[in-house]
């Protein structure tokens, strides 16, 4: 079996800074990093205390992408990230900034390496402390509001050390594929730092004898194991490692399953794919699997409660190599200063061989049964139907709720073709983050699952969307409120429930798009079709299901949930 | 002259805790104590760790009334406190909490009683801290941003000290007229604490002596001024004293002006009614009549930037007396312990007469001009157009932008009647703000000024707004883009244009109200004319203008700014 070729999707490749630097503005020195890193697009919304850096950023190669709102720009910065390998959004002081919050702690949570760069007062108008607008405490409120939601953080307000401070958080996030912030005080932006700065990367190396140590008794389980598995997590994504992920089981014919959160990480169509394992929420088949391994090799995993199932994941871990970016443990034990690259080539390098497996047969594999025309459509049938469809350059991006959960049944093709919020589950995710994904990568088609809550939230970022000639397909799976919660909390709440949108009727304010509506399986077929040929416009699919439909995956979480809540 | 009644406008009363507590849940007494303060109606998104407590708020005789996005819902929370007295928010954990950050930041800056419920994770799920959905750094990120946002803070964790945890927040939310943060972790939602609450309300009140000292020499001061003048400010509404204001003011015969954060705080067409001062900003006649006085009473008055004309004030502080909630200060010194209410109560028993002054007449004050009917509409005769319309019962909520400092032309009729974010300046915050004047004051008509820009952040909250039968006139200023942006940094830069939205369509998709399009003024008259009289439907009126129009304050706020940008 040959190793599969890694293409377009790959993640933005890094260029180190300059030997010295001279001459350079901050903002300048700023915006030549960002390239250096791979960022070619940035997302934002200026403001008064940020102009003067969208000024420097209108002249520099970068590219703006204005957004309708600044968190829509976080989640656009996130999934440009996600699949880019780096992001950035920029914004202006506290409106701007502090309406980045939630996305960027998603950022945090599902590790998405995205720079938030702020303006703010410049220095010398602090003088006194005066309560310049924006201000909510004093001067510090937003930087100390970030350093909670940040991997790293820096306020650029001392020339001498800016340029340092820059590099400080670029490299965090780089290391921690975590969001980073830097705050610009607008009188600092032309500043030219005097004498001349010498960057210094220090690169982080493994400690040589853990990491042997390690690699040796990770041989030692997967040479001795009859079933080993691999649960592969976002991570090897995130910190580009597919390639050897494929390789490591390609050569040994060790089988792959991924958690909700790694959706994609792999092809779901190569042979060594098993499923998406989700404990007793997933596919029995999944489970069983996964779980009746006597070795399990869980690379750059999270263990979240919707990836383990909310806690019905019955994993041994006498039989677990886990490995990530913050831990390498082996059964009880764990490993300390072993980086999550260096561990995974040298797995690569140890050429290992597997036994032969018979992997389960897969639910979603069947072929799409036929159409019945005049049946009311159901999320389930939706998700047949659109996998049916799926082709190698499309992405599929789910929000949270039943978007989310019912997509577990799709196939996706290709590396990375798949974004959900699956552990932060921030509604409102998916519109925004198929704007971030389409200019990370263009070539693709993206397919957007959203419910008609989360849609409510932030849809109309298809503002920008079909601004920048973009055509999506954006299925609104509408069933008049929060489904998830009904589920969740049985009772007649109307709470659960949400004004009615003609979702389909959206093309008409914006100028542009087509609006289908549908309420059968033929429809939406026969809507799902016209849209996909049809490579000029963004189209909207509104899906009226009946307020109860569920997907079997939802279903299956809300039993387990419901007595928590 | 008699004391103008005050009516309907009043702030809500507050009812004291009940003397002892028991039997009742943590909730359940949440619940009491929040309808105890005046809350009727409560803003949000339900969520899973918060649907416990929607389901016990559905129960009470508090409206939830849920909105498109929790952000929405603290800017809805924040009106309603301004006119209510109180006003309360209520999300689920990060997702829903982390996007009210810059809502409620709003809030803190411009002195709003919000009160924020989040629910969270129950305190026995946390146990070997795992990963639950939502999840940021640690089950503490929430509250440690909210800390900074807010003037007091509880996790309610201990249900021994539960109920005196809500009363410390409740009761600094009320004393600082800020936001409070109340987090509930959703299995303490139903816990009912063992034993009796015995409510300790402890009541500030002011230093006798420093009291007497400083109101003797106010007095002294007033009664020896030749041209004494009242610069009202927003905190003479928020502490309920517009009555005792009145009464100082009436009696003494001493002229009001008012600040823009303070705008409408009195009636505009109160005869003592100067206009707002804001230095070079605002009008000529105004600046002088308030700079050439010999004893200046500010009173309830914040010095931020834009309430001093980015600081083009020329108050000398050897004739100023400056009483607000958190500083009294006489010339160059300070009294430390005197309640801002207590000083203005004691000002009003002083029965202080003052010399009778020629007011200033005033710009707004001129009818409005023919209407030709073929020009183009500007800002400007947008405002004058209006003017001529409000009544009594007219409420004006004005977004960030030149919506807001056009307003400043506005004659406003009643207490309480003007809304705008002018201090923290949060574009977005109209629309929704509008939601909450109404459910705090549906016997008012609202009108809400927004920019294209603003809109496009958080205008579709029209949805609740049409949801609840509530029918505001929306005026959109359509100038394709950030205006106030593009006078501040002049270039033909890109980043301040937006893709155009057909406004007038809107009601098509929310399957409700009016959408009119108008580009001369006698369009928007006769728009504004039907609008007016449709007490049965929202009505949306697009107004195309000038790309380069803008009002005579926003014009002088540029140029006066634009040097710091």
């Given at each position: 079996m040959s190793v599969s070729k890694i293409t377009a999707r790959d993640i933005a490749s890094h260029k ?19 390239q250096?890193l791979g960022v070619r697009d ?37 999934a440009y990230a996600r699949l880019n390998g780096i992001g ?24 998405s390496p ?60 780089l290391?921690?594929r ?52 691999i649960?592969a997590?976002v991570e090897v994504h995130r910190f580009g490692l597919q390639k050897q992920l494929l390789e490591l089981a390609e050569a040994?014919?060790?089988?792959i399953?991924t958690?909700?959160?790694g959706k994609s990480v792999i092809s779901e169509t190569h042979p060594l794919f ?25 690379l750059g ?40 690259g260096?561990?995974m080539s040298?797995?690569v ?40 469809e799926l082709d190698d350059s499309t992405i599929v991006i ?12 799709l196939s996706i093709h290709q590396q990375a073709e798949f974004l ?13 983050a198929a704007?971030g994904a389409m200019a990370a990568k263009p070539d693709l088609r993206s397919v ?22 973009y055509h999506p ?62 490579r ?30």
């Open positions: 180190s800074p300059p030997a010295a630097v001279s001459g350079v503005s901050i903002g300048g020195y700023l915006i030549e990093r960002l250096d940035i997302f934002g919304i200026p403001g008064d205390y940020v102009l003067a850096f969208y000024a420097q950023l209108e002249k520099s190669p970068l590219r703006t992408i204005g957004c309708t709102r600044e968190d829509c720009a976080g989640f656009a910065a996130d950035a959004v920029c914004v202006t002081y506290c409106v701007g900034g502090l309406s980045l919050c939630n996305s960027i702690a998603g950022a945090y949570a599902e590790k995205v720079v938030v760069i702020s303006g703010s007062p410049g220095l010398n108008e602090r003088f006194n402390n005066p309560l310049l607008h924006h201000r909510v405490k004093n001067f510090q409120t937003q930087s100390n509001v970030f350093r909670r939601l940040c991997v790293s953080s820096a306020v650029l307000e001392d020339p001498y050390i800016a340029f340092r401070e820059i590099d400080r958080v670029l490299d965090a996030v290391r921690y975590r969001p980073g912030y830097i705050e610009l005080p607008r009188d600092m932006i032309d500043v030219i730092p005097e004498g001349e700065y010498i960057p210094k990367t220090v690169k982080p190396t493994s400690d040589k004898n853990a990491l042997r140590e390690a690699l040796n008794e990770a041989v030692r389980l997967i040479s001795a194991s009859q079933r080993p598995v649960l997590g040994a014919n060790i089988p399953a958690t909700m959160l098993v499923g998406v394992y989700e404990g007793a929420m997933g596919q029995e088949e999944v489970t069983e699997f996964v779980e009746k391994s006597d070795c399990i090799l869980m995993t999270f263990l979240t409660d919707i990836n383990l199932g909310i806690y019905t994941a019955n994993l041994d871990p006498s039989k677990c190599i886990y490995a990530t970016s913050e831990k390498l443990r082996i059964s009880h034990h764990e490993y300390h200063g072993v980086l999550f260096d561990f040298e797995l390098a140890a050429k290992l061989k597997g036994p032969e497996q018979t992997l389960p047969s897969r639910e979603t594999e069947t072929a799409v049964p036929a159409i019945e025309s005049d049946a009311p459509i159901t999320i389930s049938r939706v998700i047949a139907i659109l996998n049916n789910a929000d949270a709720g039943d978007a989310l959960f019912s997509s577990v049944e959900g919020p699956a552990y932060y589950a921030s509604m409102g995710f998916s519109v925004p704007l957007v699952l959203v419910g008609d809550g989360a849609f409510q939230m932030t849809g109309m970022e298809l503002s920008t969307i079909v601004r920048h000639g397909i954006v299925i609104v799976l509408d069933n008049e409120g929060y489904g998830t919660e009904r589920l969740l909390h049985r009772g007649n709440y109307t709470f659960n429930e949400i004004h009615s949108w003609n979702f389909a009727k959206l093309p008409t304010v914006l100028g542009h798009g087509t609006g289908y509506e549908v309420a059968t399986e033929g429809q939406f077929a026969d809507a799902l079709r016209t849209a996909w040929e049809d000029e416009t963004m189209s909207i699919i509104q899906v009226h299901l009946d307020r109860n439909d569920s997907s079997k995956p939802l279903a299956r979480l809300a039993e387990r949930l419901r007595n928590k809540v």
